[in-house]
């Protein structure tokens, strides 16, 4: 161990001994904290003492030696280093002392009186007498240098011999150096101040380290820009104890941070050498934690309050603790791991009790229930219930699922009420991690079916089964929900009513069919109901979308997504959202992606992971349905990352569909096919999910010329909606995607009467579904009627911003042009297509581009110039060049923050300034002229 800062200390000493060579004798006691390099320093002078040729007795105490007579006596005399008729001598007047302290323990005069010292009888003095002139007897020949190490542990015996020496010595040329800390409670008082008393005894007190002396300390190890750097964290981890810092040292050497097995050890080394008080004292602190108070801690460790606030000085100076805890966890893990398990829970369960006596918070007393790890009394069990809710409210949900695990230990009966906290605890784990609320519903569903689980609860079970696929389970326990004898107009009933709508949207097979809804069904005010916050806006929006009439009820779900935050139940905080979002998405509503970063940049309290997932997967529906493709595989490998694949449950098909169509639609068809080699549920295709996952299937087959495969998989979408009742083309557009696949089977009748069917059908007239079937039916027939029913889908899909589709009606718009010999309107379209094309990444359509003639050979004044753009003002340029990009008026507001109103007043003059008639005609090269400004507005 380096000695730093200690350099005059050790000076002042090797002066004594010079001095005591000259018949001065001195006797010094090197006083200090733990740590602070007493015994180096010690050691040090001694070595010196004898490399000057002085003759060195040592002694090293400890608590174990305490009571042993003449211990440290005999460790003295018996380390002397001298011929053998001295070492007889010494060792005889040692069993002389010893017969006679024998002879004497029944008398009283070896007692002690209170406070006082020994009083030595006659025998014994004669022989501390002897004793004391062997030793300077010793000295005639050469200086002898005493080191007693941790004096306060010596046996009572020889301190009386080191007292006697001590005052014998002042003319001789004896030097003794004794060790100890004024500052640890239970010493020697009585001792210390005969000691210093003698006019040749001096105190040296040594004080932990500086910053600057722990760089030196750092300095003699590391560079020194390191010590210099690391020099501040060292000093707070360490309060300057030598033996703490070398253990951090070490600890950074190994691993570059603190272990236990470095740094902790050397902190339980600390707590070794001091008295019992203070060692009780820092397992209280280790317990209690942040909840730290004197009081407390003397309530814990058994002591009295001036003894706890002793033994936190002592701790501080030991460099241990830095007012109220300790400088690190690492040191207050390592106190608590040191503990026996039973011991360390009694120690929690006291500390528990008493913050719950004193009316502490419940989750500063529930942590040490949880800590604790066994029941504490029916009294915990609400401190842990109210804890849980308290820590969900501040978005803590891991731990809000610790303190209701502890609160199921804690109370077995009665039955009903273990079954609500499980149930409780299956709510708050879903939050974080499915997978791990799993482990609880075969109990819950054994409750259910005792009568022990709520109404409310079973059906929120039915909704836990569902998601992991337990179909059958969550059929059973709704069948008996619906026998149970009901209220009708109660609040049971309106909750079965409303996850039956929930259940006809989502997993249509257990819902039941032919119920009338009660009262009228609201188109707007969805968020305005004034009932259950979860399932009043989830069944209105379940209800529009299996109706089809998405398109009613935007308003109500632009304000559940308003609305949406910590006044939702835990129960199931995302359906809502989510189904405000498919509403959006199944209207044709562009913004839905703007809704989907409006919420994932949002903080959520409680925060969910299994929300962020969830989210996540609907920005990437929402994204492909953009045509932004790169972004939708982002978003959707996002999902998975924040809820693991076999956490999904069935829900799984969402962020996996996005992943296959997306990538299939970008060419990379070899990822595409190892996302669908990977396992999924198969209850997953009896729900709303494995409609996605059919149809991205049949994507890709399409995509790689597996058009039977294809045709197969949209049928199969086509049967399981039409027997389901959910016949909406916004889930999956089975039936154009179909007619494509019979298509390119050379079946334009199939095809033509699939599409047809879709245009007939009533109340689905959405501009997505319009502008697909117009595509099909253009595509498979004659090549004359195509430009007009492929430009009225081209403004269907701009309508919609999706950028992947217009792009294949330009791609077609231009082969029929070209077919019919116009080449300019097919040049024209070609480039807008290869524009739009890589904006949104799909590689395919890219290729199948290239057979076009490039814009460069158009002849020149068959289209507006860079020059003519340059007659546009910057906000301009701005809206065009956004426009070009295929975004729609209400996305080009919201990305330059101007009314959608503005917006068509640009264009109007643009249309105007540059000759053309509708934003199929603006130039390509506007979109390089103003995508800096695009930018630039973006930051702004």
Same mark, same amino acid.
């Given at each position: 161990?380096?000695?730093? @800062?200690?350099a005059?200390?050790?000076?002042?000493?090797?002066?004594?001994?010079?001095?005591?060579?000259?018949?001065?004798?001195?006797?010094?006691?090197?006083?200090?904290?733990?740590?602070?390099?007493k015994?180096?320093?010690l050691?040090?002078?001694?070595?010196?003492?004898?490399?000057?040729?002085?003759?060195?007795?040592?002694?090293?105490?400890?608590?174990?030696?305490?009571?042993l007579?003449?211990?440290?006596?005999g460790q003295?005399?018996?380390?002397?280093?001298?011929?053998?008729?001295?070492?007889?001598?010494?060792?005889?007047?040692?069993?002389?002392?010893?017969?006679?302290?024998?002879?004497?323990?029944?008398? *009283?005069? =070896?007692?002690?009186?209170?406070?006082?010292?020994?009083?030595?009888?006659?025998?014994? &003095?004669?022989?501390?007498?002897?004793?004391?002139?062997?030793?300077?007897?010793?000295?005639?020949?050469a200086p002898?240098?005493?080191?007693?190490?941790?004096?306060?542990?010596?046996?009572?015996?020889?301190?009386?011999?080191?007292?006697?020496?001590?005052?014998?010595?002042?003319?001789? #040329?004896?030097?003794?150096?004794?060790?100890?800390?004024s500052?640890?409670?239970?010493?020697?008082?009585?001792?210390?101040?005969?000691?210093?008393?003698q006019?040749?005894?001096?105190?040296?007190?040594?004080?932990?380290?500086?910053? +600057?002396?722990?760089?030196?300390?750092?300095?003699?190890?590391?560079?020194?820009?390191?010590?210099?750097?690391?020099?501040?964290e060292?000093?707070?981890?360490?309060?300057?104890?030598?033996?703490?810092?070398?253990?951090?040292?070490d600890?950074?050497?190994?691993?570059?941070?603190?272990?236990?097995?470095?740094?902790?050890?050397?902190?339980?080394?600390?707590?070794?050498?001091?008295?019992?008080?203070?060692?009780?004292?820092?397992?209280?602190?280790?317990?209690?934690?942040?909840? &730290?108070?004197?009081?407390?801690?003397?309530?814990?460790?058994?002591?009295?309050?001036?003894?706890? @606030?002793?033994?936190?000085?002592?701790?501080?100076?030991?460099?241990?603790?830095?007012?109220?805890?300790?400088? =690190?966890?690492v040191a207050?893990?390592?106190?608590?791991?040191?503990?026996?398990?039973?011991?360390?829970?009694?120690?929690? !369960?006291?500390?528990?009790e008493?913050?719950?006596?004193?009316?502490?918070?419940?989750?500063?007393?529930?942590?040490?229930?949880?800590?604790?790890?066994?029941?504490?009394?029916?009294?915990?069990?609400?401190?842990?219930?109210?804890?849980?809710?308290?820590?969900?409210?501040?978005?803590?949900?891991?731990?809000?699922?610790?303190?209701?695990?502890?609160?199921l230990?804690? #109370?077995p009966?009665?039955?009903?009420?273990?079954?609500?906290?499980?149930?409780?605890?299956?709510?708050?784990?879903?939050l974080?991690?499915?997978?791990? &609320?799993?482990t609880h519903?075969?109990?819950l569903?054994t409750?259910?079916?005792?009568?022990?689980? %709520?109404?409310?609860?079973?059906? *929120?079970?039915?909704? /836990?089964l569902?998601?992991?696929?337990?179909?059958?389970?969550?059929?059973?326990?709704?069948?008996?929900?619906?026998? +149970?004898?009901? @209220?009708?107009h109660?609040?049971?009933?309106?909750?079965?009513?409303?996850?039956?709508?929930?259940?006809?949207?989502?997993?249509?097979?257990?819902?039941?069919?032919?119920?009338?809804?009660?009262?009228?069904q $609201?188109?707007?005010?969805?968020?305005?109901?004034? %009932?259950?916050?979860?399932?009043?806006?989830?069944?209105?929006?379940?209800?529009?979308?299996?109706?089809g009439?998405?398109?009613?009820?935007?308003?109500?779900?632009?304000?559940?997504?308003? *609305?949406?935050?910590?006044s939702?139940?835990?129960?199931?905080?995302?359906?809502?959202?989510?189904?405000?979002?498919?509403?959006?998405?199944?209207?044709?509503?562009?913004?839905?992606?703007?809704?989907?970063?409006?919420?994932?940049?949002?903080?959520h309290?409680?925060?969910?992971?299994?929300?962020?997932?969830?989210?996540?997967?609907?920005?990437?529906?929402?994204?492909v349905?953009?045509?932004?493709?790169?972004?939708?595989?982002?978003?959707?490998?996002?999902?998975?990352?924040?809820?693991?694949?076999?956490a999904?449950?069935?829900a799984?098909?969402?962020?996996?569909?996005?992943?296959?169509?997306?990538?299939?639609r970008?060419?990379?068809?070899?990822?595409?096919?190892?996302?669908?080699?990977r396992?999924?549920?198969?209850?997953?295709?009896?729900?709303?999910?494995?409609?996605?996952?059919? =149809?991205?299937?049949?994507?890709?087959?399409?995509?790689?010329?597996?058009?039977?495969a294809?045709?197969?998989?949209?049928?199969?979408c086509?049967e399981?909606?039409?027997?389901?009742? !959910? *016949?909406?083309?916004?889930?999956?557009?089975?039936?154009?995607?179909?007619a494509?696949?019979?298509?390119?089977?050379?079946?334009?009748?199939?095809?033509?009467?699939?599409?047809?069917?879709?245009?007939?059908?009533p109340?689905?007239?959405?501009?997505?579904t319009?502008?697909?079937?117009?595509?099909?039916?253009a595509?498979?027939?004659?090549?004359?009627r195509?430009?007009?029913?492929?430009?009225?889908?081209?403004?269907l899909?701009?309508?919609?911003g999706?950028?992947?589709?217009?792009?294949?009606?330009?791609?077609?718009?231009?082969?029929?042009?070209?077919?019919?010999?116009?080449?300019?309107?097919?040049?024209?379209?070609?480039?807008?297509?290869? =524009?739009?094309?890589?904006?949104?990444?799909?590689?395919?359509?890219?290729?199948?581009?290239?057979?076009?003639?490039?814009?460069?050979?158009? $002849?020149?004044?068959?289209h507006? %110039?860079?020059?003519?753009?340059a007659l546009l003002?910057?906000?301009?340029?701005?809206?065009?060049a956004?426009a070009?990009?295929?975004? %729609?008026?209400?996305?080009?507001?919201?990305?330059?923050?101007i009314? $959608?109103?503005t917006?068509e /007043?640009h264009l109007?003059?643009?249309?105007?300034?540059?000759g053309?008639?509708c934003?199929?005609d603006?130039?390509?090269?506007?979109?390089?002229?103003?995508?800096?400004?695009?930018?630039?507005?973006?930051?702004?």
């Amino acid at each position: 161990m380096e000695l730093v @800062e200690r350099a005059e200390q050790a000076m002042h000493l090797k002066q004594m001994l010079m001095e005591c060579d000259s018949r001065k004798g001195k006797v010094v006691l090197l006083d200090g904290p733990s740590g602070s390099g007493k015994t180096e320093l010690l050691h040090r002078v001694a070595e010196h003492a004898s490399r000057t040729g002085g003759l060195v007795l040592r002694a090293a105490c400890s608590r174990a030696e305490h009571a042993l007579p003449f211990g440290v006596l005999g460790q003295l005399l018996r380390s002397a280093p001298v011929p053998d008729a001295s070492a007889g001598e010494l060792e005889e007047l040692l069993l002389r002392a010893a017969a006679t302290q024998d002879a004497g323990a029944g008398s *009283d005069a =070896h007692r002690p009186p209170a406070g006082g010292a020994a009083v030595i009888g006659p025998e014994l &003095a004669g022989v501390l007498a002897d004793i004391t002139r062997a030793v300077l007897r010793l000295a005639r020949d050469a200086p002898v240098f005493l080191a007693v190490d941790d004096v306060r542990h010596a046996d009572r015996l020889s301190l009386d011999c080191l007292l006697y020496l001590a005052r014998r010595t002042g003319s001789a #040329r004896v030097m003794a150096v004794l060790t100890d800390d004024s500052e640890l409670p239970g010493g020697r008082p009585m001792f210390r101040t005969e000691l210093l008393d003698q006019p040749h005894a001096h105190r040296m007190a040594l004080t932990p380290l500086t910053e +600057a002396g722990v760089a030196g300390f750092l300095a003699a190890h590391l560079d020194r820009p390191s010590a210099e750097r690391l020099a501040p964290e060292f000093h707070a981890l360490a309060g300057g104890n030598l033996l703490l810092l070398t253990a951090l040292l070490d600890d950074h050497r190994a691993t570059g941070g603190v272990r236990r097995e470095g740094y902790g050890r050397a902190v339980l080394r600390q707590t070794s050498r001091v008295d019992p008080p203070v060692a009780a004292a820092a397992r209280a602190l280790a317990v209690l934690g942040t909840s &730290a108070r004197p009081d407390r801690i003397a309530r814990i460790a058994g002591i009295d309050a001036a003894r706890a @606030e002793s033994a936190l000085r002592t701790l501080a100076a030991a460099g241990l603790v830095n007012g109220l805890t300790f400088r =690190h966890d690492v040191a207050r893990q390592s106190v608590l791991d040191d503990l026996p398990a039973d011991e360390r829970a009694t120690l929690r !369960i006291k500390a528990a009790e008493l913050l719950y006596e004193q009316g502490c918070p419940a989750t500063e007393t529930a942590g040490l229930l949880v800590e604790a790890d066994r029941p504490a009394g029916a009294w915990s069990v609400d401190v842990l219930l109210e804890a849980a809710e308290q820590e969900l409210i501040a978005g803590r949900s891991h731990r809000a699922a610790a303190a209701l695990e502890a609160a199921l230990r804690a #109370r077995p009966e009665p039955a009903a009420e273990h079954a609500a906290i499980e149930a409780r605890l299956v709510q708050v784990r879903r939050l974080s991690d499915p997978a791990t &609320a799993e482990t609880h519903l075969a109990a819950l569903v054994t409750a259910a079916h005792r009568g022990d689980l %709520t109404p409310a609860h079973s059906v *929120d079970l039915v909704r /836990q089964l569902l998601w992991q696929g337990r179909t059958t389970e969550a059929g059973e326990l709704l069948e008996r929900l619906r026998a +149970a004898e009901l @209220e009708p107009h109660g609040e049971v009933a309106a909750l079965l009513h409303d996850t039956e709508q929930w259940l006809a949207w989502t997993h249509p097979t257990l819902a039941r069919r032919g119920r009338k809804p009660r009262g009228p069904q $609201p188109t707007a005010d969805v968020a305005g109901q004034p %009932t259950d916050p979860w399932c009043r806006p989830t069944a209105l929006l379940a209800d529009a979308l299996v109706n089809g009439r998405s398109h009613e009820v935007v308003q109500g779900a632009e304000q559940v997504l308003k *609305d949406r935050g910590p006044s939702y139940d835990i129960t199931w905080p995302e359906e809502p959202a989510l189904l405000a979002l498919s509403v959006l998405l199944n209207a044709d509503r562009p913004d839905a992606g703007a809704w989907c970063d409006r919420l994932l940049t949002e903080g959520h309290t409680p925060y969910s992971p299994t929300w962020m997932g969830l989210l996540s997967s609907a920005r990437a529906e929402a994204a492909v349905r953009q045509g932004d493709l790169s972004r939708a595989v982002d978003h959707a490998q996002l999902a998975l990352s924040h809820v693991s694949p076999n956490a999904w449950g069935v829900a799984l098909g969402a962020p996996l569909s996005a992943l296959v169509l997306a990538t299939t639609r970008m060419g990379r068809y070899d990822e595409a096919e190892s996302y669908l080699t990977r396992a999924v549920p198969k209850a997953m295709f009896e729900t709303r999910y494995g409609l996605h996952y059919l =149809h991205a299937r049949g994507q890709f087959h399409l995509a790689t010329g597996h058009d039977h495969a294809a045709l197969a998989d949209f049928l199969a979408c086509g049967e399981r909606m039409r027997a389901w009742g !959910i *016949d909406v083309p916004g889930i999956v557009p089975w039936r154009t995607s179909a007619a494509e696949a019979w298509l390119e089977l050379g079946n334009r009748e199939q095809a033509a009467r699939l599409a047809y069917d879709q245009l007939g059908r009533p109340g689905h007239n959405g501009a997505r579904t319009r502008a697909a079937a117009l595509r099909v039916l253009a595509v498979g027939g004659p090549v004359g009627r195509r430009p007009q029913m492929l430009t009225e889908a081209l403004d269907l899909f701009e309508q919609c911003g999706d950028r992947y589709e217009q792009t294949r009606v330009l791609a077609d718009l231009s082969d029929a042009y070209s077919e019919l010999g116009d080449n300019r309107r097919a040049r024209t379209h070609a480039r807008r297509a290869r =524009h739009l094309v890589t904006l949104c990444g799909a590689a395919p359509l890219n290729e199948a581009l290239l057979s076009f003639v490039d814009e460069s050979d158009e $002849p020149a004044g068959s289209h507006p %110039t860079a020059t003519d753009s340059a007659l546009l003002t910057g906000s301009e340029r701005r809206v065009a060049a956004l426009a070009v990009g295929g975004y %729609t008026n209400r996305d080009i507001a919201a990305k330059l923050f101007i009314t $959608p109103s503005t917006v068509e /007043q640009h264009l109007t003059r643009i249309y105007r300034k540059l000759g053309v008639t509708c934003r199929k005609d603006l130039p390509i090269e506007l979109t390089t002229s103003g995508v800096e400004a695009v930018s630039a507005a973006g930051e702004a």
